[in-house]
């Protein structure tokens, strides 16, 4: 298994997950608690462009209360579904997770926001390992699914 490190205070990590966007060529399933970052919403939709299957999980009170991601997600006609943690209108879905063609999860603590990426130390890990992909993939399914029936 490769596992690889990488901290705001040494590189741009939307650059690095731009890099990663660029690569993928089929499916791209994201959890994401936080998210507005115009730059990595633009390289979602050149993704999309290119053929790449999107699904974006977000926490439905962050994206209820921020109008500017909800106007991201629209200017870019990014699909995406909403949920909440298990414990109900308060709690979280605080995952920030991508799956990159079933072969790549980059984590961390980076939300994609232009806080994270401007004025936060934040990371990333890229996971490459087969079993833990399925793991995170098993975990998105559950979250879309579960998304699907709260709508």
């Known amino acids: 298994m490769l596992i690889t490190a990488a901290f705001s205070r040494e590189i741009s990590l939307a650059d690095l997950i731009e890099l990663h966007l660029s690569r993928t060529s ?79 999860v980059i984590t961390g603590s980076y939300n994609w926001t232009s806080e994270s990426e401007e004025e936060n130390y934040e990371n990333l890990l890229s996971l490459n390992d087969a079993a833990q992909i399925e793991r995170y993939r098993d975990e998105f399914e559950a979250l879309w699914t579960e998304a699907k029936k709260s709508d």
Do not use: C, W
């Open 26 to 104: 089929n499916t791209l399933d994201a959890a994401l608690y936080r998210f507005n970052s115009r730059r990595l919403a633009a390289a979602l939709a050149a993704s999309a462009t290119r053929g790449v299957q999107l699904r974006l999980l977000l926490d439905r009170n962050k994206h209820e209360g921020d109008p500017g991601t909800q106007q991201l997600l629209a200017d870019y006609q990014l699909p995406f579904r909403l949920l909440q943690g298990p414990g109900g209108p308060a709690s979280k879905m605080h995952h920030k997770f991508v799956i990159l063609d079933q072969r790549l």
